[in-house]
């Protein structure tokens, strides 16, 4: 009773969310529910007769589709193995965990992992976790994969709760992931939408945006959330964890002289197919380079990044477990790839359900629909200043929770909001850094996320028991101190960057969001 009454309102909140979450079935099973839920709800709300107006085609009206209609049923029996083998995620865990596997399966991960917590001041590792899954953004999704199991071995090995390191990494992932010290293909991809949303309203100011409008702001972000990140960890999360009792041990020993000689000749390896990767896309003409204005980033490189992250952790495996002898033949490499593949068992099944409830949300046109509904009450409130935006970035926060992917939202948002936005005196480059910030922040604390299935098979390793509940609470807080301290420096910077700024006898513009990235719009 005494401890109960120590703890703030807070944590008695996560406790509540935990325990309601974890009430909900297994995590296979309520995919499944949802997917059904989809089928009643999209015949309901079809035969209300709902439709709307599509925001990026004009004329084009969207109905809610009825999926347990003699055509809905055709398709879902039809889509059934299309939407499991298309589900995002499975490929690219799959493929992915094949390199790490064997790099983890050999004692390579381990090794680095030890090596790496005997040399660095323990107090900065927090903080290195959180920026690592910030960067991974370069990589796309394929952070989601290789970082939060890395977070969760690298907390047990110094001894700390090694769900609290998987949190931190996912935090950095996931919350973080329009954050970043370069420009990656979320700006690419968001940019062009955004460009094509202003050029409704004034396409001669679109000729002259650029997809590194939000350049300066992610660059200071991408320390922001560091700390932040850190600092939840180590002051809610963890406390909260409490102590790891589960049967998961990372012994911290020191290197033995073969491990050390099976890191250099690891690390040679890694530098030589990093080169030889380089070669395939820095020379003009090189097969892997673009064609176009950003070669690089629009590039069968980027787009390859996934086969290619698998490759550098496969051949520093292989070597490692050469020189170690844990590998001595081509049977062992078979017996480690084939280990790791049978430890994604779950999350295979896993795939099948969600794969199922994404595929029927999409298919039905209830996101759409919602988002719509979504941008016509904003429109309709007549708010200004930074009110429209704080209430903007609630909105689009709430609508991520439903819908996983940024772009397909941003698509869908982008030629509704930017125009409203434009209209009310703000930039499309403004809305659009709102909109970013709303997507990241509750991307970890949403189960329609595309791989929060996969974090949750990961979490399973250290506690058979992690469900739903779980795995929300103990993300919550990461959700509630981005949104809040990101939203505040957003704030921050309009307000600095709708005047000039004078520092004693110096004075200097507005600051931007970016190279020419201003705050307002000024037609």
Do not use: C
Request: no cysteine.
């Amino acid at each position: 009773m005494g401890n109960q009454k120590r703890k703030g309102l807070f944590q008695r909140f996560l406790d509540i969310v935990e325990l309601v979450g974890n009430k909900l079935p297994h995590p296979v099973t309520l995919f499944a529910i949802l997917a059904l839920l989809v089928l009643v709800v999209s015949a309901i709300v079809s035969s209300l007769g709902v439709s709307v107006e599509h925001p990026g085609k004009e004329g084009e009206i969207v109905e809610v589709k009825n999926l347990l209609n003699a055509e809905g049923i055709q398709y879902i029996f039809e889509s059934m193995t299309d939407n499991f083998i298309g589900f995002a995620p499975l490929g690219v865990v799959l493929l992915t965990m094949l390199g790490i596997g064997l790099a983890e399966r050999t004692g390579l991960i381990s090794a680095l992992l030890r090596g790496f917590v005997l040399s660095v001041p323990k107090r900065f590792i927090t903080l290195g976790l959180v920026f690592a899954g910030i960067m991974s953004s370069v990589a796309s999704d394929a952070g989601y994969v290789v970082l939060p199991p890395l977070g969760a071995l690298l907390f047990a090995a110094i001894g700390r709760h090694p769900l609290a390191g998987l949190a931190a990494a996912f935090a950095g992932v996931s919350g973080g992931f329009s954050a970043n010290l370069f420009l990656s293909g979320t700006d690419a991809l968001l940019g062009e939408l955004t460009i094509a949303g202003a050029s409704i309203i004034d396409p001669a100011y679109a000729d002259n945006m650029n997809i590194a409008m939000n350049y300066w702001f992610i660059i200071v972000s991408t320390f922001v959330l560091t700390f932040i990140g850190a600092w939840v960890t180590e002051r809610v999360v963890e406390p909260r964890l409490g102590e790891y009792k589960g049967d998961y041990r990372e012994k911290l020993e020191k290197l033995t002289a073969t491990e050390k000689k099976g890191l250099v000749w690891s690390g040679i390896a890694l530098l030589i197919a990093g080169i030889l990767v380089s070669l395939l896309v820095l020379p003009e003409n090189a097969p892997m380079r673009g064609t176009g204005e950003r070669p690089i980033i629009e590039s069968p490189f980027m787009s390859s990044l996934v086969p290619i992250i698998a490759l550098l952790f496969f051949i520093p495996g292989y070597v490692y477990g050469k020189i170690t002898k844990d590998i001595r033949n081509d049977k062992d490499v078979a017996a480690r790839l084939t280990d790791t593949m049978a430890s994604m068992g779950m999350f295979i099944v896993l795939a099948f359900t969600a794969g199922q409830f994404v595929a029927y949300f999409n298919e039905s046109n209830l996101g759409l629909v919602l988002g719509v509904y979504g941008a016509e009450f904003l429109n309709s409130i007549n708010l200004d200043g930074i009110p429209l935006v704080l209430l903007f970035i609630a909105i689009a926060a709430f609508i991520n929770i439903f819908i996983g992917s940024a772009s397909a939202k941003w698509a869908m948002m982008a030629p509704v909001f930017v125009p409203i936005m434009m209209n009310l005196g703000y930039s499309p480059e403004l809305t659009q850094m709102a909109y970013r910030i709303a997507d990241s922040s509750t991307n970890i604390i949403s189960p329609l996320m595309t791989y929060f299935a996969i974090i949750i098979a990961f979490a399973q390793k250290y506690d058979k028991k992690m469900g739903i509940g779980t795995l929300v609470s103990t993300m919550i807080p990461y959700s509630v101190f981005f949104l809040v301290g990101w939203t505040l420096m957003l704030v921050i910077w309009m307000l600095l960057g709708t005047a000039p700024i004078e520092l004693g006898p110096i004075e200097f513009g507005p600051i931007e969001l970016g190279p020419n990235g201003p705050i307002l719009y000024n037609n």
